[in-house]
């Protein structure tokens, strides 16, 4: 899968804690390798955002994203469910 980082993802990125970073950089490899691993819990939103998905960074933290091509995607944003109301 090739993930590529939109400019709203990286400012939001930026502004997390270190510790928090690490776990991000952790769950994106492994979505990298398997979006659909167990323990993301990759879905498709619905409603404004019926285009785009999003996997669980923890419980707290999720990253919507969007399909670009069959094995490409952009990562939109990084926050809390707050980040649903974009």
Do not use: W
């Amino acid at each position: 899968m090739i993930v590529s980082y939109s400019p709203s993802f990286i400012r939001q990125y930026k502004k997390l804690p270190k510790d928090l970073k690490e776990e991000v950089k952790e769950k994106i490899a492994l979505f990298s390798e398997n979006p659909g691993h167990p323990f993301l819990k990759t879905h498709k939103l619905s409603g404004r955002l019926k285009d785009r998905f999003s996997f669980s960074v923890n419980y707290a933290y999720r990253i919507v994203f969007q399909y670009l091509g069959k094995d490409e995607v952009v990562l939109l944003c990084i926050g809390d469910h707050d980040i649903y109301k974009l």
